[in-house]
């Protein structure tokens, strides 16, 4: 008989679980951190361009709020339900705790594959999935921003929808909108800048040289493709590159900038003449330097963990790492870079863009940048240092230091009633 399968929330909650039992928590604290505060769920019908009409079916979960309002994005994708929902606000309010923003966690989605919708279509289920939940959200309520699927026109529909039934223009509803906006300079790059921070970071404290090391990145959206570019500016020299149609591989190194002009002609990295083609699996387990996961939960599990030959994992996806698997590669001597500090440069621009937006004062892109980078700096100090101190992982600590955070605003603010 074979082991039941195990989800993202199963995932989160273990990890919850070991942070507690480190601390030193009881049973009600772990109970009341497993559990979200609130979530919703709506039906979200949409008129396709037809005239038909389609019951599509969204979610938000708010899971925690002890810190501030509730922060996280919303996934447009046809393997969206409620426990991967669950699992991902949970890791929002970890990931917001760890890198010191004044938010808890939430995360939204729509079950739905956005590329077999039409532009029209997909504003329509937008503004439905939005109004659905507009009792939930608000700048000192629950903030969306993008996430897979979702993009910065996806946030103007939706910060229009919440603006027009309020009767005046709310900017800090959302994050992640377009400059032009208010959206803040930086904000589209800061997660893969993030990403790119923490793997700088880690090489030297490995003592690795930047331009002796090689990398592979699987996904080339929001957080991959950045990573990819600010790698090759950083002298790591990029091997393979990977999206959902397939990956390509150069052991000599991948020109970058061509990648993304052809990615931009022809929607994928497949067929990209500057390498060879490569199964996406394969590229997990490249003999590489660093590997970034920035795709999608649940890829390196205990069936392909041993298979890994990177010395250092950076998560630029959230929950690409089962705990079966995150044990076989601690137990390897592999660095994993966890999900809640390697990509939490998206969330502080976040911060930043929804700051700047409530005062309608705007920032430099080199003021944002820096002070992402200090803040990145900080995080990645705080961690490495308390899983030194303490002898465990980096993901131990980082959970360790984040659940601490969020423990100590539940007790400090007490009980109610
Ligand atoms: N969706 C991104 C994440 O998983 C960004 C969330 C935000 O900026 O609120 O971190």
Same mark, same amino acid.
């Given at each position: 008989m074979s082991a039941p399968a195990v989800g993202p929330l199963d995932g989160a909650r273990e990890q919850l679980a070991d942070a507690v039992k480190l601390l030193g928590y009881d049973q009600g604290t772990y109970d009341l951190l497993a559990t979200p505060r609130r979530a919703i769920t709506v039906s979200v019908p949409l008129r396709r361009d037809d005239g038909s009409v389609e019951l599509l079916t969204g979610h938000r979960v708010q899971? $925690?709020?002890?810190? +501030?309002p509730a922060k996280g994005g919303v996934r447009f994708s046809p393997d969206v339900d409620l426990d991967e929902v669950r699992a991902l606000a949970m890791w929002m309010t970890w990931k917001c705790a760890l890198v010191d923003v004044p938010y808890g966690g939430a995360k939204g989605g729509v %079950?739905?594959?956005?590329? %077999?919708?039409s532009t029209a279509e997909l504003e329509r289920v937008t503004r439905r999935y939005t109004s659905e939940i507009s009792p939930l959200l608000g700048p000192d309520r629950d903030i969306p921003a993008p996430d897979i699927g979702t993009d910065e026109q996806t946030m103007a529909w939706m910060m229009d929808t919440v603006s027009v039934a309020q009767g005046? /223009?709310?900017?800090? @509803? &959302? /994050? #992640?909108?377009?400059v032009s906006l208010?959206?803040?300079?930086g904000r589209a790059s800061a997660t893969s800048r993030g990403v790119v921070h923490n793997i700088l970071a880690a090489l030297e404290y490995l003592g690795m040289e930047a331009q002796q090391t090689t990398a592979a990145v699987q996904g080339f959206g929001k957080v991959g493709r950045g990573t990819a570019r600010f790698l090759a500016e950083s002298g790591v020299g990029l091997l393979a590159a990977s999206d959902q149609h397939g990956a390509v591989y150069a052991p000599g190194g991948l020109d970058v900038a061509a990648l993304e002009s052809h990615v931009d002609t022809?929607?994928?990295? &497949? +067929?990209? @003449? #500057?390498a060879e083609p490569i199964d996406g699996a394969a590229l997990l387990e490249l003999d590489v330097d660093v590997l970034v996961p @920035?795709?999608?939960?649940?890829?390196?599990?205990a069936d392909n963990a041993p298979r890994v030959r990177a010395r250092v994992i950076v998560e #630029?996806? $959230? #929950?690409? /790492? /089962?705990p079966d698997a995150d044990r076989v590669l601690t137990d390897a001597g592999c660095m994993v870079v966890p999900d809640i500090l390697a990509n939490a440069g998206g969330v502080i621009v976040s911060y930043f863009e929804w700051v700047q937006a409530n005062q309608a004062y705007w920032w430099s892109e080199a003021e944002v940048e820096a002070r992402l980078a200090e803040r990145m700096r900080r995080a990645w100090h705080d961690v490495r240092t308390h899983a030194a101190a303490h002898g465990i992982t980096l993901r131990t600590a980082a959970t360790c230091l984040a659940v601490e955070r969020v423990a100590q605003a539940h007790q400090t603010r007490g009980l109610y009633p």
């Open positions: 899971h $925690n709020f002890s810190r +501030g %079950r739905i594959d956005p590329h %077999r919708y005046h /223009t709310v900017l800090g @509803a &959302v /994050t #992640g909108k377009p208010g959206g803040s300079l022809s929607g994928t990295v &497949v +067929g990209f @003449a #500057g @920035a795709a999608v939960e649940g890829v390196l599990r #630029g996806a $959230n #929950g690409p /790492t /089962t």
